[in-house]
């Protein structure tokens, strides 16, 4: 799925959540200076950054089928290797990387096996391929309460608890179905404060991902009504909302 925004709009949506939450997904996948890292579904760089902080620019290398996400990503660290690609179509030869990482882009692609393998393959035996998604399935994405409160007044809203990998056991699942060796699993937590209703809300209303699209379809009076339910399910402000994401990784075969 390409993600028709710009990459400040995308940042300002989801970027608070993805970036605390790239430090721990690079940790959790013991990232070591030497290796050589790809970013699948770069985005605008969240997790790009945190393998150039810890391996050098020149040893990682990102996609994402979004030009303006790979525009972005070229003006914040240019010595990256970044290319327009999908993740079933990787275009880099075989057994490239010591390390291939999706963060929160499994369930955006059209086919997830076909990227797990995909992502495998560019991957030296041995070497690690990981993934992490949010956990839209259950109560503690970081969209949770809007999908709640959107369901509350419209019951067809359909949310994103169907995407692949956002139920708990589900990433690991299509990890053995691409074929990944020695595959485990766990979850990461970020917190993110909010000082007002509207900074946590904004962001919705800037059009990215299912949520935004969700909302720019609402009518003036449909919008306000979901925005004062959100406001009742939320704590009155300054407040925390915690959201966890679901891990995988396993070793290219």
């Given at each position: ?10 940042s300002?949506f ?15 996948c ?27 620019e ?17 003006d ?30 499994v ?33 503690t ?14 019951p ?98």
């Amino acid at each position: 799925m390409s993600f028709d925004v710009s990459a400040s709009a995308y940042s300002r949506f989801m970027g608070q959540y993805s970036e605390p939450l790239a430090a721990l997904f690079a940790d959790w996948c013991s990232i070591e200076h030497g290796q050589r890292a790809l970013d699948v579904g770069c985005g605008t760089g969240a997790l790009t950054a945190q393998l150039a902080a810890r391996l050098g620019e020149r040893a990682v290398a990102a996609i994402d089928p979004s030009a303006s996400f790979v525009t972005a990503l070229r003006d914040r660290l240019p010595d990256v290797r970044a290319a327009i690609a999908s993740a079933e179509d990787l275009p880099f030869a075989d057994n490239e990387f010591d390390v291939a990482l999706a963060q929160l882009v499994v369930h955006f692609m059209t086919d997830p096996v076909a990227g797990l393998r995909e992502m495998g393959r560019v991957t030296r035996p041995g070497g690690i391929v990981a993934a992490c998604v949010w956990d839209y399935s259950g109560q503690t994405g970081p969209v949770s309460v809007f999908w709640a409160a959107a369901r509350e007044l419209d019951p067809s809203a359909r949310g994103e608890s169907g995407l692949a990998g956002t139920t708990e056991g589900h990433l690991a699942d299509l990890f053995d179905e691409a074929g990944l060796q020695n595959v485990r699993s766990s979850s990461l937590t970020v917190t993110r404060r909010f000082e007002s209703f509207d900074d946590w809300w904004r962001p919705y209303t800037l059009g990215v991902g299912p949520a935004g699209q969700y909302v720019a379809t609402l009518s003036k009076a449909d919008r306000n009504a979901l925005r004062a339910r959100c406001a009742r399910l939320l704590p009155v402000a300054p407040f925390e909302t915690t959201a966890k994401a679901w891990c995988a990784r396993g070793e290219s075969a």
